[in-house]
């Protein structure tokens, strides 16, 4: 492991998982992120990711999440989500050299707003919680 995080290389993710494209410029920069049939999602925390003190970076945990919430509230509702709401608790701390997963779930819809809580965690033990709130985009028809 030593060597992934000296380098600044992400090992091949767990069985299953797959790098993920479609998150856009700005997370594609953070990550990379990788995603699962299931809808887990996860990243390898490497320096980078991390704050001065060795801990990964509460920001890009919160970055992390909003993608997990955000790709959980477009599966179940349906539209392009964006995000209205979104609100952390960090709970425990992860390091470089940890494979982070996220998991999220909608639990309750509008027309146009999905309301979504999931989770953050390093071999079970949560990192982090999170709530969100996401307006369902949609085309118009012309």
Same mark, same amino acid.
């Given at each position: 492991?030593?060597?992934?995080?000296? *380098?600044?290389?992400?090992?091949?993710?767990?069985? =299953?998982? &797959?790098?993920?494209?479609?998150?856009? /410029? %700005?997370?594609?920069?953070?990550?990379?992120?990788?995603?699962?049939?299931?809808?887990?999602?996860?990243?390898? *925390?490497?320096?980078?990711?991390?704050?001065?003190? =060795?801990? &990964?970076?509460?920001?890009?945990?919160? /970055? %992390?999440l909003d993608g997990v919430l955000a790709s959980a509230a477009g599966r179940s509702g349906g539209g392009t989500p964006v995000t209205v709401h979104l609100s952390i608790d960090f709970l425990d701390m992860g390091r470089a050299g940890d494979w982070v997963m996220g998991e999220a779930s909608l639990t309750r819809a509008t027309s146009d707003l999905a309301f979504v809580e999931g989770r953050a965690h390093v071999g079970g033990r949560s990192l982090a919680r999170a709530t969100g709130v996401f307006k369902l985009m949609r085309r118009r028809a012309r």
């Open positions: 492991m030593a060597d992934n995080l000296s *380098a600044e290389t992400t090992p091949e993710p767990p069985a =299953g998982f &797959l790098r993920s494209s479609e998150r856009g /410029a %700005f997370s594609n920069h953070n990550g990379p992120y990788f995603h699962h049939a299931d809808g887990t999602q996860a990243f390898f *925390a490497l320096k980078r990711h991390c704050n001065s003190i =060795g801990l &990964l970076h509460g920001g890009m945990l919160s /970055a %992390f």
